[in-house]
């Protein structure tokens, strides 16, 4: 059974830095591409990074600079460092493994920036 464990999110002010973390059992991050999306009250799920194998990231141009992707094989683990947070980063963040239709999702952890 495949399952993806998301914690780290909070509440933080615009300029903070928070880190996320996507724990995974059931499948290797080395050898699946791992990506986080997000989604805003409103708006569609969105890719934010992701990481595949090789070590190739990608960003979405909102984060790029900001935030990094980074996965520990040793603890089956996906990270997103995020940085300079602003108010519109805003969002329900989640872990995916692999690509459709073989793709696994984990249950989101909110991240709200706010003064």
């Known amino acids: 059974q495949v399952q993806l464990v998301e914690s780290g999110g909070g509440l933080v002010q615009p300029g903070g830095s928070l880190r996320l973390s996507c724990a995974v059992s059931g499948r290797s991050v080395s050898i699946n591409r791992m990506a986080w999306y997000r989604q805003a009250p409103g708006k569609l799920r969105e890719l934010v990074a992701a990481?595949?194998?090789?070590?190739?990231?990608n960003y979405a141009d909102s984060v790029k600079g900001r935030f990094t992707i980074s996965r520990d094989n040793a603890r089956n683990t996906v990270y997103l460092q995020m940085n300079s947070l602003k108010v519109e980063d805003t969002a329900v963040y989640y872990c995916k493994l692999g690509v459709e239709p073989y793709a696994y999702w984990g249950q989101g952890t909110q991240v709200t920036v706010s003064s």
């Open positions: 990481i595949v194998t090789g070590g190739f990231t």
